[in-house]
């Protein structure tokens, strides 16, 4: 059974930084994204990497220039670093795998389909 585990969520304000980590029983050669939903709202994914050697990354527009994703695969372990945070990046944060794959899109319509999810981890920043 495939398991996405997630930690560093909390609360911040206006500004301020957080890391938010995702280790998972499965890792190599797949899409592995970090997704948001706040309440009332669709969920979003907002940034994805590649596990494979070309670790090509996306991010939404709402995000760039301020999340970071990267990967260390010697701990099976993607990353995200929220710095400038917003009181409209609040919401649960989700770590997402797809199937292994060599050719696979990370996002976008023709993503490949996120098939295994973590739990989430609350992210909340005050004005």
């Known amino acids: 059974q495939v398991h996405l585990a997630e930690s560093g969520g909390g609360s911040v304000e206006a500004g301020g930084s957080l890391r938010l980590s995702c280790t998972g029983s499965v890792y190599s050669s797949r899409c592995m994204g970090w997704f948001r939903q706040a309440p009332g709202k669709a969920r979003e994914e907002v940034a994805a990497i590649y596990t494979g050697a070309s670790g090509m990354t996306y991010y939404a527009d709402s995000v760039k220039g301020r999340f970071t994703i990267s990967k260390d695969s010697t701990k099976r372990t993607v990353y995200l670093q929220l710095n400038t945070l917003q009181p409209e990046d609040t919401a649960v944060y989700y770590c997402?795998?797809?199937?292994?794959?060599?050719?696979?899109?990370?996002?976008?319509?023709?993503?490949?389909?996120?098939?295994?999810w973590g739990q989430g981890t609350q992210v909340t920043v005050s004005s």
């Open positions: 997402a795998a797809t199937d292994q794959s060599y050719t696979i899109v990370c996002a976008g319509d023709n993503a490949a389909p996120y098939n295994y």
